[in-house]
């Protein structure tokens, strides 16, 4: 192979004129340790964030207020589960595998989108994650399509096409709230409300104070920074909160003629941080449950293996 | 005597740009997956087609049927909400 005898700030040099070239990196590629590093961690954070994003709208399931939107949320989780799936697959061609990324997030290694710690505690939050989250999550997965990874920017070409109907479906089901009787105006904002900041939180950290963004930025990781990608959110939801009759809870947003985009208030950094290291509203409960859930699924496990062995047992009787 | 019909036959996937998905292309005999890697790049490469090469054992892949479709597939059809078109929204927030 012609590559054989490149050292490694030569082979590094290949590598990076591919990116500068908008060509993808794909698994057999040779790649820098650390862009293999930085992938994991971000590819798996993503994937933990799919996961531990179904509890918040799985608290709800069974207590959704028709058959019809009990489906449609069933439908919507079951996605959830599926983006999961996508994306670890994904970063399994990296070299990393599903226990070791499970363990990882149980341990409190790996982090999860800061959001699905705090609590969904009325039916109007279902319509407001859909419409405010899952709307954050398309607008960065949009440009993530671009990452240069190749089977992660594939991965979100398929999650990107499933994401439209969650966002729409949240925000059907706010517009029901919203012309409907005073108590369910006022359960739709209280939804907005308490999720519209943890919604702006969900970009990170502002480009200056973030850790990984510039070298992400570098191997086209990342293709937009936070800030950008907040901007495009607020500039995005303001008219659809509008259009609700709902108020977005920031006394300082406002529509600046000059720039082009909406000016907002400062975020809630102290509250970022105290969620995101672990003492959120649910933090704790998340990664119970996430246990407690793979622990209960042990026995189906277990019969996969025993049914396999059964009729490996069987094809041998009969040969 | 040995005819090449004896030798596995393997279906070949070709990506061709990096970022792409392996497409099938096709299948050949081969005796082994180094010379099916060979004899796929001098069949179905040779006019630059790709950039990269799968090759897998036919018999290593297992294929749903197109007859069993109905059943298969059935607790799709009645599932209209899993697609974005099935809400309904005024047209001044409809871009979503
Ligand atoms: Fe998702
Ligand atoms: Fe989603």
Redesign the interface.
């Known amino acids: 192979m012609a590559d054989y005898r490149m050292n490694e700030a030569e082979l590094e040099k290949v590598f990076q004129d591919?990116i500068d070239d908008e060509?993808?990196i794909?698994p057999?590629d040779w790649m820098p340790d650390t862009y293999r590093k930085n992938l994991i961690r971000q590819m798996s954070q993503h994937a933990h964030s799919e996961v531990i994003g179904m509890q918040p709208e799985g608290n709800w399931i069974t207590r959704a207020p028709s058959l019809?939107r009990k489906?449609?949320l069933l439908?919507k989780v079951q996605?959830e589960a599926g983006h999961g799936l996508y994306i670890y697959s994904a970063a399994e061609t990296l070299g990393i595998s599903r226990e070791e990324m499970v363990q990882a997030l149980h341990d409190g290694k790996a982090k999860y989108a800061s959001i699905f710690n705090y609590p969904s505690l009325t039916w109007a939050d279902v319509g407001a994650i859909g419409w405010l989250v899952d709307?954050a999550a398309i607008v960065n997965q949009i440009t993530l399509q671009r990452t240069s990874y190749?089977p992660y920017?594939?991965a979100m070409v398929r999650v990107c096409k499933e994401e439209?109907?969650h966002?729409?479906?949240g925000?059907?089901s706010l517009?029901v709230l919203a012309s409907g009787s005073k108590e369910q105006q006022q359960m739709a904002q209280d939804a907005l409300n308490r999720w519209w900041w943890p919604s702006l939180m969900m970009f990170g950290p502002h480009d200056a104070e973030s850790a990984h963004s510039a070298q992400s930025m570098k191997w086209k990781i990342k293709r937009k920074s936070n800030d950008e990608l907040r901007q495009a959110f607020v500039d995005?939801t303001v008219?659809?909160a509008q259009?609700l009759g709902l108020t977005i809870p920031d006394p300082k947003l406002k529509w600046n003629e000059e720039r082009g985009h909406y000016d907002f208030g400062e975020i809630d950094w102290d509250e970022f941080y105290r969620v995101i290291n672990g003492n959120g509203l649910c933090n704790r409960q998340r990664i119970v449950h996430h246990r407690r859930a793979h622990d209960n699924g042990a026995w189906v496990r277990e019969a996969v293996e025993a049914y396999d062995e059964k009729q490996k047992a069987r094809k041998q009787q009969a040969a | 005597m040995t005819t090449t019909s004896d030798f596995p036959l393997f279906e070949i996937f070709i990506r061709s740009n990096r970022g792409l998905d392996h497409k099938h292309v096709g299948s050949l005999h081969a005796k082994d997956y180094e010379q099916a890697l060979e004899y796929a790049r001098d069949c179905y490469t040779r006019r630059s087609e790709g950039v990269s090469i799968w090759v897998v054992k036919s018999s290593d892949i297992v294929a749903s049927q197109e007859e069993d479709a109905v059943s298969f597939y059935d607790p799709m059809d009645d599932k209209p909400y899993r697609h974005a078109s099935y809400y309904k929204l005024p047209e001044a927030v409809n871009n979503m």
């Open positions: 591919r060509q993808k794909e057999k019809r489906m449609i439908a996605d709307g190749g920017a594939r439209s109907f966002q729409r479906q925000y059907e517009l995005q008219p659809q259009y």
